[in-house]
Nanobody, 124 residues
Framework: VQLQASGGGLVQVGGSLRLSCAASGRTFSSFSSYVMGWFRQAPGKEREFVAAIRWSSTYYTDSVRDRFTISRDNAGNTAYLQMNSLKPEDTAVYYC?????????????????WGQGTLVTVSS
């Protein structure tokens, strides 16, 4: 069972990045039934919820709503986070997560599997 996050990098303020989270392993044979989430952790701060997708329903933290879009490709076992209009405060390591819990999508302990993280740096 593995989640592989990718797509991070250095971008200027106002730029865009798309993060990908590829799921592999027998557990993800029913990928569509998993809640996929993105969290981030900035230097010196706690990990925070960014976005999640459960079936076709999406959830966002207020600070990224209208700038970020979470999506998924169930056939490809991949989740995405399209990030537009990036700000310096978006700088963080971004983690993808997967879970089957019916509980709150924005709580990290409700997820079963985590990717290794990908660094996003937004320069001003």
């Amino acid at each position: 069972v593995q989640l592989q996050a990718s797509g991070g990098g250095l971008v200027q303020v106002g730029g865009s990045l798309r993060l990908s989270c590829a799921a592999s392993g027998r557990t993800f044979s029913s990928f569509s039934s998993y809640v996929m989430g993105w969290f981030r952790q900035a230097p010196g701060k706690e990990r925070e919820f960014v976005a999640a997708i459960r079936w076709s329903s999406t959830y966002y933290t207020d600070s990224v709503r209208d700038r970020f879009t979470i999506s998924r490709d169930n056939a490809g076992n991949t989740a995405y986070l399209q990030m537009n209009s990036l700000k310096p405060e978006d700088t963080a390591v971004y983690y993808c997560a997967a879970g089957t819990t019916p509980r709150a999508e924005q709580v990290d302990i409700n997820y079963d599997y985590w990717g290794q993280g990908t660094l996003v740096t937004v320069s001003s």
